[in-house]
């Protein structure tokens, strides 16, 4: 059966909780006095539609039923799950919770979106306070999987169960807050950072930007994978943990932080610390961490590459840079041969679960050969921003041979046809002497305001006048012109 929320508050928390019931199939009302809730909550609702289904490899259930109430009681009569997202203001999240508990079904999980108050703090006073428990997001709530589930003596054990199992049913990581504690754990580790960031900008150490460029293109990826203690383990070397904290340790006595007030470095705690990272990563010699950690790094750098955005754009940079030793342009190529197109290594993202080149990523090395070639014939970005370009009709790619991560691969691209709006291209990609693949494209020039194909303009006519007339001495390439045929 289809289950239902409440989420009280819609602003920017609830209106992420909202996205993320709705999305995974849970009918969602809502209660917010402010007359712009229904606008702000379905303008988060168009960025995690266009942004949360596509995360998943498989279809998400159906879109469940949004709807808004003006009285408290109707929004909570009945439901599952109540999201309260009201104001970080102790004295209205109690007045809240008395309201809704006088109209919600005594099974219900009242949730709390609060940063800082402790469970005990919200039930006190409470009606049912056994049916209330932190339960604490991170924004985006609709794309984020955190949240710290932080419960009191007073929610039963069944009850702590069945909220975490319903946050996981809607692709939520509940992590487990054992020990309340103002601000939990995520917020705690955050203000640290935060006050820390505060002091060094007003010292005139370092500006907002510095501050930020000295997380984002460093240790900042680092954490995303493998938070910090993992982190550190591998920093240890093969001595692992307890080495880091031996080499580490007496800097805490140093003035490296503006926040002296650090626990002693005993015995005890080492041990403990130690104890905790063994049961946590000993499963993996630190050789196979520092692959994860590799493997994780360059799939994240790829995709903020793709968005060309923080350590991404610096990666972008760092390649407009290298191009132009790496591939000829026109009149440095050798025209009667093949021209270079592609030259790279495998990147570790490329690659499957057989260990090799996954398919698709030959139709990216392809794709990447046809765009140079294109742009060296004069069809570069600002040809295309004057409004032509070609677009591919055909593709037929041949895999020959395998090829692993950090292989160093190169494509050399014969032009088999280039008059008038046709374009057709035969790609050879090569490891070595190794033939791996071959890839024909067969493009069409169009005007990019009607979508319709045409001439090209008459310098790149000429570019490709000269390729035929360099390559015309070329065999016709073995493989050239195949299809899958029809059985006979
Ligand atoms: N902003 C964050 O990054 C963040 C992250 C995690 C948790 N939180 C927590 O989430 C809660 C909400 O924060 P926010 O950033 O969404 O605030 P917000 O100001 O964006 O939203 C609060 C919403 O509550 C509504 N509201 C006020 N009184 C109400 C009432 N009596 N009944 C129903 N709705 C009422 C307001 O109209 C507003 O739309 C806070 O407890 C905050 O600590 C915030």
Redesign the pocket.
């Known amino acids: 059966m289809t289950k239902t929320a409440a989420i009280?508050?819609?602003?920017?928390?609830?209106?992420g909780w909202a996205a993320r019931f709705l999305l995974n199939g849970w009918d969602v009302r809502v209660?917010?006095?402010?007359p712009?809730?229904e606008r702000?909550i379905s303008e988060v609702m168009d960025n995690a539609r266009r942004s949360l289904p596509g995360l998943s490899d498989v279809p998400l259930p159906d879109e469940g039923t949004l709807s808004f109430h003006a009285e408290?009681a109707d929004a909570v009569a009945g439901v599952d799950w109540i999201q309260?997202?009201?104001?970080?203001r102790l004295d209205?999240?109690l007045?809240?919770y008395k309201s809704l508990q006088e109209a919600c079904d005594p099974g219900a999980v009242i949730g709390?979106?609060?940063?800082?108050?402790k469970p005990s703090e919200l039930q006190e006073g409470a009606l049912r306070p056994e049916q209330i428990v932190v339960t604490?997001?991170?924004?985006p709530?609709y794309l984020l999987p955190l949240i710290e589930v932080v419960p009191t003596g007073a929610n039963s054990a069944e009850f702590v169960q069945k909220a975490k199992d319903l946050l996981t049913s809607v692709g939520f990581f509940p992590l487990h807050v054992r020990k309340e504690i103002d601000a939990h754990i995520a917020d705690r580790f955050l203000e640290a950072v935060w006050r820390e960031a505060l002091w060094l900008v007003k010292d005139g150490v370092a500006t907002t930007t510095e501050i930020d460029e000295a997380i984002r293109m460093g240790f900042g990826i680092r954490w995303a994978q493998m938070g910090l203690f993992e982190t550190y383990r591998v920093a240890g070397g093969e001595a692992g943990m307890r080495h880091f904290m031996a080499q580490f340790g007496p800097a805490l006595k140093w003035p490296w932080t503006k926040l002296m007030d650090v626990p002693e470095f005993t015995d005890e705690l080492v041990d403990m610390i130690a104890d905790q990272s063994d049961a946590q990563s000993g499963m993996h010699s630190i050789r196979e961490l520092e692959r994860i950690r590799d493997n994780n790094l360059v799939g994240m750098m790829r995709a903020l590459k793709a968005q060309d955005y923080g350590a991404g754009a610096v990666l972008n940079k760092h390649d407009a840079a290298l191009k132009p030793g790496a591939l000829p342009t026109l009149d440095e190529a050798d025209l009667s041969q093949p021209i270079r197109t592609l030259a790279r290594a495998v990147p570790l993202d490329w690659t499957d679960y057989n260990g090799h080149m996954t398919e698709s990523r030959y139709l990216d090395a392809f794709a990447c050969s046809t765009d140079r070639f294109m742009e060296i014939a004069g069809c570069d970005s600002d040809y295309i921003a004057s409004g032509g370009s070609y677009f591919t009709a055909e593709t037929h790619i041949r895999h020959l041979d395998e090829t692993h991560a950090g292989a160093k691969i190169e494509v050399r691209t014969q032009m088999l046809l280039g008059a008038g709006k046709k374009l057709h291209l035969f790609h050879s990609m090569f490891e070595g002497d190794k033939l791996l693949a071959t890839g024909e494209s067969f493009l069409l020039h169009v005007s990019l305001e009607n979508r319709r194909p045409c001439a090209p303009s008459a310098a790149i006519e000429a570019a490709l006048a000269r390729v035929t007339e360099a390559q015309a001495s070329l065999p016709y390439p073995e493989g050239a012109g195949n299809a899958i045929r029809k059985p006979a």
């Open positions: 009280i508050g819609g602003g920017v928390i609830g209106g209660f917010d006095p402010d712009e809730a702000k408290l309260e997202s009201v104001p970080e209205l999240k007045k809240v709390s979106s609060t940063s800082g108050f604490h997001p991170f924004n709530v």
